[in-house]
């Protein structure tokens, strides 16, 4: 399965997810889970689409390494993020405990977006254009 697919799939996963949360807070009244919710979207679902497109239509062979690590680092790191944050705002855990795991997180996902960059700056048809 190429990365656009896996991409693609995962933001997908973490859309249905950041919906849920949505819905539950309409529901339920309390939009404690706002930043949640937010960020469930916009790392997850978000970044995972774009990055699913720019494996589609900049990268043509990238390296098989750096992709996968690439992959496996921003996947893991927003779905640490995404768990971490309804955590700490549905006041599960105090701030303490998980502030080493949003850090994790976080980083990881930086990491993510830097090692995209190398790939997208390594790739030969990064200056073409997709017509």
């Known amino acids: 399965m190429n990365y656009d697919r896996k991409f693609l799939l995962w933001a997908l ?29 916009l790392v997850g679902f978000v970044v995972s689409f774009i990055y699913a497109i720019i494996h589609k239509l900049w990268l ?3 390296g098989r390494w750096i992709a996968r690590i690439q992959f496996w680092l921003h ?3 927003a779905a640490l993020l995404s768990i971490g944050l309804l ?43 997709a017509t």
């Not at 950041?18 to 706002?34: D, E, F, P, R, T």
């Not at 993510?112 to 073409?128: D, H, I, K, Q």
């Open 13 to 41: 996963g973490f859309a249905v997810f950041g919906l849920c949360v949505g819905i539950y807070m309409a529901a339920s009244k309390n939009h404690g889970q706002l930043v949640a919710h937010a960020h469930i979207l």
């Open 60 to 62: 043509t062979t990238p």
């Open 75 to 77: 996947i893991v790191c």
């Open 87 to 129: 955590l700490l705002y549905g006041h599960m855990y105090p701030e303490t405990v998980l502030e080493p795991i949003l850090s994790l997180g976080s980083i990881g996902v930086l990491l993510g977006m830097l090692l995209m960059g190398v790939m997208v700056l390594r790739s030969s048809r990064a200056g073409t254009s």
